[in-house]
């Protein structure tokens, strides 16, 4: 931790990475400030309901070769992991076509490569956070188990295999009954899965940001309830920041994490990026019946399970509609009957159910770096499926840059203007 004193900080957003970033330039000695409008609404931040895998080696794009095949089997399925609603198709075009030309190997490969660098350090990162947080019992790292039900599954997943054996960490190819060993409770439907002991998850995604913002106030840190609704910005750059609520706020130094959201507080400062909500659904099941020790993924039906705190989460979708229409909670019911075929003693009387905003770039990279434009401006938005992951080395190297060190990550990759 580096004591020294240093210039105000205002973060905008208090998801995961605004608070991890917040926590970090407070160890940096900076006075922080975290701005974020959900006063006891927790749930419409995305970093509320994820699915909390913590995986180092999750090196691999939503976009990879050959996928237009899947994309086109997923859109008949009107209860499939993808589903666009029709009358939103105009909007997200040409975000879809941008999204469809990152998914050459060579774009798969180079973006592999910069994923790669954020989320291999993933716990490393977190550590000194959550040690001085108490917070170490959220984290499990007892590996994770994707399942598949033809024995063919692995090798037809082996690009993704190999991308993810670059992070260097020791990945299983199992059989039958090795999976049994690992997860009593899986159907026997499932015959083959890829191990990876290294990777790990948080047993409560929001307990974790409440427990980081909570410690970032014990230690002096200002939050507030305030919804950002523009700028105030002088010759070198915003000098303030104006809320919903009529508060004019000074800012030195600002960061913005805003998620989802992040395009609104961009734009009037000269920035814009294709930023699309990837909507999540969740159910979490108080009395699931089933105990299952470690986080496991149905590679063929997109699903994720995790043992939680408060039960057993199965999320997964992806659905396109933006960021004001209606949650489709039947999407997050079928999630219920692919979990009953994962784990055939699951109980599925008692459930709370949920839908998120993902912030998602095209190339499944996020934006962190200084603003081109304002030197004062830092961005760390649009971590996509992974924000749980990146949050930490975001956090960290935001901590870099701002106290004028150079960045432990090569930032290229993840710069605002690369569209
Ligand atoms: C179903 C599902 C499963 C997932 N599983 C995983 C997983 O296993 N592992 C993983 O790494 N990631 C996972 N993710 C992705 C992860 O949850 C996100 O990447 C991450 O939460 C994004 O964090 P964030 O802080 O950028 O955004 P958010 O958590 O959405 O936070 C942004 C905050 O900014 C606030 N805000 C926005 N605009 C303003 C404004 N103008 N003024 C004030 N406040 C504002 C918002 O209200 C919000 O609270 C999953 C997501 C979903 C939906």
Redesign the pocket.
Known sequence: MNGAKRGGVTV????????VCANYLQREGHTVTL????GGD?D????????????PA?VVPIATPGMIKDVVKWLMDPLGPLHIRWSYLPACLPWLIRFLRQSSPERVRAISKALASLNRETFEAYDPLLKEAGLQHLFKRTGQLFVYRSEDGPEHDRFAIDLKRQVGLPIEILGAEEIREIEPAISPEFRKAHFIPGHG?CTN?YGL?KGLADHFVRRGGTLLR????GWDIGPEGPRGLR?ASGRSIEVDKVVI??????N??IEPLGHRVPLES?????VTLSDPGVAPRI?TLSADDKI?L?PMDMGLRL???VELAGLDAAPNFERARKLLRIGERVFPGLKTAKFTE??????CLPDSLPVIGRSPKHANVFL????????????SKTGQVLAEIIAGRPASIDLRPFRVDRF
Do not use: K
């Not at 994490?257 to 992040?262: F, I, N, Q, R």
């Open positions: 905008i957003g208090g998801g995961i990475i605004g608070t701005i974020d409008r959900n927790p419409e931040m995305c970093s509320f309901g994820n699915t909390g895998g913590v995986s999750s998850h995604p940001v305030e919804t950002v609704t809320t994490a805003a998620g989802a959201w992040s609104a507080l990837h909507r999540g659904y969740h986080m994720a995790t999320a997964g979708n949920w839908m998120g905003h993902r912030p760390a938005f649009g971590h996509g499926h992974q924000g749980l992951i990146g949050a």
